[in-house]
Nanobody, 126 residues
Framework: QVQLVESGGGLVQAGGSLSLSCAAS????????MGWFRQAPGKERELVAA???????NYADSMKGRFTISRDNAKNSIYLQINSLDPEDTAVYYCAAKQAMYGDTWYRNSNSYDYWGQGTQVTVSS
């Protein structure tokens, strides 16, 4: 069992930056592939980025360039740096975890993940 708690969301002006964090509790965090998703009002939840157990970062095609995902196994945490924020980035951002057998495995689909945080709201004003 893994519990995930996101933090770092807030209200920011367009062009600004935010750093989101996701802290995991439970055992064997290093055995989990992790992901960041977001869901805007009236839209489906979509992948932002995922990181494998080994730390390999992967991004949805539309997210490449402004988003950086990372993990720190010593702190049982993953992070999402978002630069050049746009009002289109307004959404609830969720982190998710999936136990992975292999170090380089990452998951694109939200249905693959077993554990979810409660989300953190990011609002970008124009």
């Amino acid at each position: 069992q893994v519990q995930l708690v996101e933090s770092g969301g807030g209200l920011v002006q367009a062009g600004g930056s935010l750093s989101l964090s996701c802290a995991a509790s439970g055992r064997s965090f290093s055995n989990y592939a992790m992901g960041w998703f977001r869901q805007a009002p009236g839209k489906e939840r979509e992948l932002v980025a995922a990181v494998s157990r080994s730390g390999s970062a992967n991004y949805a095609d539309s997210m490449k360039g402004r988003f950086t995902i990372s993990r720190d196994n010593a702190k049982n945490s993953i992070y999402l740096q978002i630069n050049s924020l746009d009002p289109e980035d307004t959404a609830v951002y969720y982190c998710a975890a999936k136990q992975a057998m292999y170090g380089d495995t990452w998951y694109r689909n939200s249905n693959s993940y077993d554990y979810w945080g409660q989300g953190t709201q990011v609002t970008v004003s124009s």
